[in-house]
DNA sequence: CTGTTAGCGCCTTCAC
DNA sequence: GTGAAGGCGCTAACAG
């Protein structure tokens, strides 16, 4: 493979020249470009973006660490990211951490050798080591989804917000024996949701039935145990709230096996929407969160941050949802 | 950042005794050892990949390039992808082309720069500008999905294969005027899957009617616009074959628009199953593709590629479809 | 407008 | 067992 040295020979000239042609930076006559670049030409040469980053310090290269790409949701961040990060010459290195902090860490710790310009990171617990390797790095982060114990930007939706919504919106249809079928008990998203499930309660002036809150992962498989056991209560509640999309699938997975139609016997709400490209018949009363949006929205941020553009201080953006009621709750109860 | 440097003059020895305890290679001393390691734990020494790529000329990251992330079917790819290669060390980085030749383009130019190791591409087209300069820098690669006009490795489900037993399986239900809903012309995938329906309805003495072969584009418009069409000759057909999940989506779509049940008035059949985990109801008859088995298959050729254990000449390795029969397409029609 | 010098951080080669 | 020298390919910094 030739080298700028190849290229500067060829053109009769000092590679810096070359540099400068293949860069397009600093001064260089008409007639000189036109050897450099005919040289360039011959002999098919490209440029070796390693060396580069050696000298320049810079990779131009993002890691986006998230959970599991198979998600939809994380899908359409990660579309979002690349997206964005492409159009300003980043490529982007993906990584599925499923949730392992052991796996989140070893991660990172081969992304900070990689010398990835910024992270965008979805933290699988609160504390998090990683975090605090990254930032005792000084490497431009912003964690996406979730909060975390530490000063950083962080891009968010209003998950309290869209659980109080989704919980009022049940609550205005007669439900009182509302089920919380929620995610970890270490993530901020599932916290946040269940106080915001629980808001709406208090304000309605209804009682909290802690056997109504239940803590689980956020896959197919947790919504569907939530849903068994809850419906196994006497009496079982009206509505159930799942804190994801992956929660609503099992939950209705597990209704249907169990013979309860969906909304007559019960009512069914979850966060997250499915991407409409998926849906032959949306269905699912949700609080759809502004995925492409949030994705937007960080890595802007990021890459604002490695421009030394960003206020200085940590940025906290937070997305409102979206309630967007379907035929899974159409359905108004009597009281009892 | 603390370099190897000062890692060395902090354990008393020089840069390169540092170099072998951190790859753990050639003979040092337990003590010494020791000493480098403690001066690492002490600076919080992070080694320097991309030194260590310019000098080794290796940069354990291999580039996934592909239409988009978006559908479930390449998210499947791009987890398999990034499972395998995170196992054997490498790192992933991920392209969306939309299947626009230029971008693949203008991709595959900033990832050669980037020095990947190696490929793994889905080319827009057959005959692919990029493909032959990934050959040309002599770079690994591994073409994903499709065929291409080119000496190389290959992975792919038998497409051919797959529409042919949809095909029979609409014939053996009854269905003769089969419109056949196809993705582009100049994409191996539609090609293959045409033939096969072709191949079966030959084989069937079915006379083939042109007018229900339609080529569009991958996507739910594309469906939904190509179902419009087909719906509207006289007479309509009996049945669809959507070439893609997306076709199938758009479909279903467009015949619930015109008021045409499935499979009571039409029935629908499709290529490429969707994830277990978006479907609370699997209801389309579909042949599917062992999508994670194919990113793992790709990944694996690639990676023996990289470690000099492939056979010399290209491979081309086919995967089977499974044809899964749903309520989509089980009812039964008399002739004619 | 062009070139010289030096060095990014690491590791191969060869010597001791 | 350990180290010195040199260079991977490129570009800052500083001339001219």
């Not at 909290?208 to 809150?213: D, G, K, M, P, T």
Request: proline letters at 6%; glycine letters at 8%.
């Amino acid at each position: 493979m030739p080298t700028i040295k190849d290229v500067a020979r060829k053109a009769g000239v000092a590679p810096i020249t070359a540099s400068r042609v293949i860069n397009d930076t600093g001064y260089v006559s008409e007639s000189t470009r036109q050897r450099v670049r005919a040289a360039i030409e011959a002999l098919g040469y490209v440029p070796n973006r390693v060396a580069r980053s050696l000298r320049s310090k810079q990779t131009h290269t993002l890691a986006l660490v998230l959970t599991d790409i198979t998600n939809p949701f994380w899908t359409t961040v990660a579309r979002g990211v690349e997206d964005i990060a492409n159009g300003a010459g980043f490529s982007v290195i993906l990584c599925n951490t499923d949730e392992s902090e052991s796996k989140e860490y070893s991660y990172v710790q081969v992304l900070l050798q990689k010398q990835v310009d910024g992270f965008l990171l979805v933290p699988a617990h609160g504390a998090s080591r990683s975090v605090d390797l990254i930032l005792k790095q000084r490497v431009p982060l912003v964690i996406l989804d979730r909060s975390v114990n530490a000063a950083v930007d962080t891009v968010c939706s209003d998950s309290e917000g869209g659980a109080y919504e989704l919980t009022r919106h049940l609550l205005a249809l007669g439900h009182r024996r509302i089920a919380m079928l929620s995610g970890p008990r270490d993530v901020s998203t599932s916290v946040d949701r269940v106080a915001g499930y629980r808001r709406a309660l208090a304000e309605a002036g209804v009682p909290v039935n802690e056997r109504l809150i239940i803590y689980h992962a956020f896959t197919r498989e947790g919504g569907y145990a939530m849903t068994t056991q809850v419906m196994a209560l006497m009496p079982p509640p009206t509505a159930l709230f799942a804190a994801n999309n992956f929660i609503a699938i099992g939950a209705f997975g597990a209704l249907r096996e169990a013979g309860k139609r969906v909304p007559e016997d019960v009512a069914l709400v979850g966060f997250d929407d499915l991407p409409p490209t998926f849906m032959t018949d949306p269905f699912l009363t949700v609080a759809a969160q502004r995925v492409y949006e949030l994705a937007q929205e960080a890595t802007g941020l990021l890459l604002r941050r490695l421009a030394g553009e960003a206020p200085p201080e940590p940025q906290a953006i937070v997305l409102p949802t979206d309630l967007i009621v379907r035929r899974s709750s159409e359905l108004r109860i009597g009281n009892g």
